[in-house]
DNA sequence: GTGCATATTTACACTCTGTGCAAGTTTGTG
DNA sequence: CACAAACTTGCACAGAGTGTAAATATGCAC
């Protein structure tokens, strides 16, 4: 797709010090950019299942044969998106200072999630996904590959903290319930408002996300008057808000 | 497969009583049972990804197209026995009172598990899922199907329980993050164990999952001195027990 | 710029998957 | 037995995914 053609380059005298970009480089990203670009219009315009990898190809301007060198499937190419919203999570998770609990740093890291830009092109697909099988295994996967790297982090984390001992199980299930209380609070975000990105929906995921990693914090008490809950977007006051 | 021959029907004089299965049932079941049979044979033998679904059918004595009757593919053939274990342990999770607390209930659902019989063909295919993207996937889908089954089984114990109030962020938050941990028991058992199925192995998996269940309810509580942790199968004793 | 090594795209051929359909076969029932 | 419903099977077909080799683009040295 990317035919001989002025490179966008990087605007003007920019900070192009680290790694340089190459031609090469620039092309790549455009053409899988474009991919999941022209996969995601086949989405909403045709539904799920209902266009195959040649109409992706045709719309992205390459050869079928191109498609497989980028991706394995139409799905890989639509959970692209959902991979990039993990990594921006992951990422500020690993921001976060050495030394700060594990889940007050998820909390940090959650609640920077929730801003319409990063959870535009990701709330799209995940209401997509609700009703599509083989979409949904293929976001499954991307949040099972982001705990693995979750895991990652916090190992990495630990090992640099000179008095912490760490524990494999632990590691492994703290990480896995964090997802899942990210999961739940997307879930219930969804049923809630629809994907909705106005700043009150967004307020609310935020709210829900707090809430969830709070409930991991205490331990799932159990709620003994819970009907208060996240309804209104009072800032940051969670319940359970004792240890995180 | 199940041509015209005598059924192996119930023994003798059992109880025959409930639902009085027919002998299309019995074929059926059979059939299925034939086709999963199969398809593990073929996963030892040839490895993931070395036999084609045509291979299964022949093996299983059906066609091609009989098979695709049953299973969508050749991973959610398999996983139907993944599929067989996390259904065992709803059961289990069903059993038990309604009063009691749900990480107790899952504690004691969890346990259970971790018996011959039922953890052998899990963790035969477990393993192999390992190495296995496609393979994985389909275990990824069963476990996820298993949470929206444990969310129900709670959701429904809520309603019957007079007193208590539910918040659907609680129940997916927390039903996902007890699948969680036993992925993450499960995960650590392997690599500790490789799936060795000798009682040592199974106590050390039991213990692991009592422990990934315990740090759940104490609220991922930092291990101060975690180096003491399951490397004995000493019974029930487990660090984090003040609450579950 | 020319030329060459390397990376990328593409066409083509091929196997395997998954599904609709219509004709056969088996099972349940009167 | 006869008939209906359920189940199996073969066939045909669209689409997925992959190996291969030829064509094209890019990076780099001269």
Redesign the interface.
């Known amino acids: 797709m990317p035919t001989t053609q002025t490179v966008p380059a990087q605007a003007s005298g920019d900070n192009a010090v680290p790694p340089a970009p190459s031609r090469r480089e620039l092309n790549k990203a455009a053409t899988r950019q474009a991919i999941t670009d022209a996969a995601l219009h086949l989405l909403r315009s045709k539904g799920p299942g209902n266009f195959t990898v040649e109409d992706i190809a045709e719309a992205a301007a390459i050869s079928r044969r191109t498609f497989f060198n980028y991706f394995s499937s139409t799905e890989a190419a639509l959970a692209a998106v959902t991979h990039g919203f993990l990594d921006h999570a992951l990422a500020q998770f690993r921001l976060r200072p050495a030394g700060e ?3 007050e740093s998820a909390r940090a890291a959650l609640i920077q999630l929730a801003d319409p830009m990063t959870v535009a092109p990701m709330a799209e697909l995940y209401s997509l996904a609700q009703s599509n099988p083989q979409l ?3 976001e ?2 991307a949040w ?1 590959h982001c ?1 693995a790297e979750i895991i990652d982090a916090a190992r990495e984390r630990f090992a640099r903290t000179p008095g ?7 590691l ?6 964090l ?3 990210g ?3 997307m ?2 975000w969804f ?1 809630r408002c629809g994907g909705s990105l106005t700043p009150e929906s967004l307020s609310i995921l935020r709210q ?1 996300l707090i ?2 990693v709070g ?9 003994e ?3 208060a ?2 309804t209104a977007n009072n800032s940051t006051a969670t319940p359970f808000a004792d ?1 995180l």
Do not use: H, M, W
């Open positions: 609990p594990i889940l949904n295994r293929s499954l996967e099972d705990t912490a001992e760490f524990d494999e199980l632990y492994r299930a703290l990480a896995g319930s997802i899942s209380c999961k739940a609070a879930d219930v049923a829900l809430d969830a409930l991991l914090g205490s331990g799932f008490a159990r709620p008057t819970p009907q809950s996240t240890r």
